[in-house]
């Protein structure tokens, strides 16, 4: 029983530490984007591209949503920055 556990834990752990890498980086982006008012939103997509790239995803320029939110009375170098990626379910195969 506690093989199996160290056993799934092993293979759990890189995938979850991946995934917080990866969205750690996004925040990176977002927030280093955002306060750049010269960044446009192609150029925050290709940021996350050369992320998706480091992290060697599945992930094509279309599946990435860039929207700024100015929020009244916050001025304009504040402004938020979202970045969303639409996913598609893939089947992997298992080893």
Same mark, same amino acid.
């Not at 759990?12 to 995934?19: C, G, S, T």
């Not at 984007?33 to 599945?58: A, I, M």
């Not at 599946?63 to 379910?89: D, E, H, K």
């Given at each position: ?9 092993? !293979? ?10 990866? !969205? =750690?980086?996004?925040? %990176? ?8 008012? !010269?960044? %446009?939103?192609?150029?925050? $997509?290709? =940021? ?5 790239k480091e992290h060697d995803l599945p992930i094509?320029?279309? !599946? ?7 929020t009244p009375g916050i001025s304009q170098s504040?402004?938020?920055? %979202?970045?969303?990626? $639409?996913?598609?379910?893939? =089947?992997?195969?298992? %080893?």
């Amino acid at each position: 029983m506690i093989a199996a556990v160290v056993v799934g834990l092993f !293979q759990v752990a890189p995938v979850m530490l991946a995934n917080y890498s990866f !969205q =750690d980086d996004l925040k %990176t982006v977002s927030l280093m984007d955002s306060s750049n008012l !010269q960044k %446009t939103d192609e150029d925050v $997509r290709n =940021d996350v591209l050369r992320k998706v790239k480091e992290h060697d995803l599945p992930i094509e320029a279309k !599946q990435i949503a860039v929207q700024r939110i100015n929020t009244p009375g916050i001025s304009q170098s504040t402004s938020l920055l %979202t970045i969303r990626l $639409r996913s598609i379910c893939r =089947d992997i195969p298992s %080893t």
